[in-house]
């Protein structure tokens, strides 16, 4: 397995196979499409604030803003990705913070909900103390499309239900198939519990 810092530094400077660019290709609006009826199950109002960690090149964060969400904001470790958004994405009106999530999410307000689509699965076991964090940080929902099954160079695996829960969470919703993504992701949403 990679370090935290060699995983950190992958994602700042990928490889061909997860350049930015593929990340705005409509060929994966499956999935954010699909994010978006989560938040619709869970009703989630549109002027809600939502963070998504590992937003990339802003396609999840553009079809929120499609679909009328508002109150946006992401955590991003690649400046590329960032840059990439705001120029293909100019309306897009979100606050977008660039480096690793362990290191920023510290300083974030607390928004309704915090999501990441195929970006935990990458937390080095160095970083586990993110999960708290999150359950820390978000006044309501934390969801996750995340890959659950593999555990390789750049995938650790973890049973989301089990992180969350064991920090006094209350999964929600839950999915074992995510439109447009490897069988191996699944879907979860964990509710905060009163008085967290």
Not at 164 to 192: D, I, N, T
Request: proline residues 4%; charged residues 30%.
């Amino acid at each position: 397995m990679n370090s935290q810092q060699g995983l950190h530094e992958y994602w700042k400077h990928p490889t061909a196979e997860n350049l930015p660019k593929k990340y705005l290709s409509s060929k994966r609006k499956d999935r954010s499409l699909f994010l978006i009826s989560i938040l619709e199950a869970l009703k989630v109002k549109k002027d809600a604030s939502i963070l998504e960690i590992g937003c990339n090149s802003g396609r999840n964060l553009m079809y929120l803003w499609k679909a009328g969400y508002r109150n946006l904001a992401g955590i991003e470790i690649n400046p590329e990705a960032v840059d990439l958004m705001r120029q293909k994405l100019p309306y897009l009106d979100a606050n977008v913070m660039v480096g690793p999530a362990e290191e920023l999410l510290w300083g974030i307000k607390r928004p309704d909900v915090i999501f990441t689509v195929a970006v935990l699965v990458h937390i080095h076991p160095d970083g586990d103390f993110i999960f708290e964090l999150m359950k820390d940080k978000t006044k309501k929902y934390i969801v996750t499309l995340e890959d659950e099954v593999s555990n390789k160079d750049r995938h650790i695996r973890r049973n989301y239900q089990d992180v969350f829960e064991r920090l006094g969470m209350r999964q929600v919703y839950y999915s074992s198939a995510v439109p447009g993504m490897h069988v191996s992701y699944c879907a979860r949403a964990f509710k905060k519990v009163r008085g967290q």
